[in-house]
């Protein structure tokens, strides 16, 4: 395991083999979570936008798209 210093700022460098094994990369969040015996550091796993729509649009599964969006027009 590794370790790391904290500047005067607060920050702290994650070592490349943690950021490795929890699959860190720029830009990405992570989460201290307090259990019995400390911290954890956990990558934090935002859940998609989009996933709540999985499978919207399924009962339009196989029909020419062009007539789907003349009924949209109305026309």
């Keep these: 395991m590794g370790k790391s210093k904290i500047t005067t700022k607060g920050q702290v460098t ?3 083999d943690v950021r490795e094994r929890l699959g860190l990369r720029p830009g990405d969040e992570i989460e ?6 400390g911290f954890r550091v956990m ?13 919207y649009l399924r009962g339009l599964a196989g029909r020419d798209p062009d007539d789907l969006v003349e009924q949209m027009r109305g026309r």
Excluded: M, Q, W
């Design 14 to 16: 994650i070592p490349k």
């Design 43 to 55: 990558k934090r796993v935002l859940a998609s936008p989009f996933k709540k729509y999985r499978g």
């Design 32 to 37: 201290f979570v307090e259990d019995g015996a």
